[in-house]
Nanobody, 120 residues
Framework: QVQLVESGGGLVQPGGSLRLSCSAS????????MRWYRQAPGKQREWVAG???????MYANSVKGRFTISRDNAKNTVTLQMNNLKPEDTAVYYC??????????????WGQGTQVTVSS
């Protein structure tokens, strides 16, 4: 049984910053890729950023230069530092992770999401 829990969402003014965190818990052997997605009302869920087990990062063009993804392997956490936020960043942000559990079982897991609202 593996669970991902996001935190850090909230209301922020344009140009402001927020830091999202995601913590994985359960019978975890190892965590491979970790990612952040977001979904605005009436829109498709979109990929935002990803980080490999050794720290290689990738970003969607819409957030490149403003967002930074990082991870702490000892704590099984991934974070998303969001700077220079824009109204179009408003969405529910979801944590996603590729995790290996006991018996060498590999599955993709999702958190329940955290709301980010950028408005004046």
């Amino acid at each position: 049984q593996v669970q991902l829990v996001e935190s850090g969402g909230g209301l922020v003014q344009p140009g402001g910053s927020l830091r999202l965190s995601c913590s994985a818990s359960g019978s975890i052997f190892s965590i491979l890729n970790m990612r952040w997605y977001r979904q605005a009302p009436g829109k498709q869920r979109e990929w935002v950023a990803g980080i490999s087990s050794i720290g290689i990062t990738m970003y969607a063009n819409s957030v490149k230069g403003r967002f930074t993804i990082s991870r702490d392997n000892a704590k099984n956490t991934v974070t998303l530092q969001m700077n220079n936020l824009k109204p179009e960043d408003t969405a529910v942000y979801y944590c996603n992770a590729d995790i290996v559990t006991g018996g060498n079982k590999r599955n993709d897991y999702w958190g329940q999401g955290t709301q980010v609202t950028v408005s004046s």
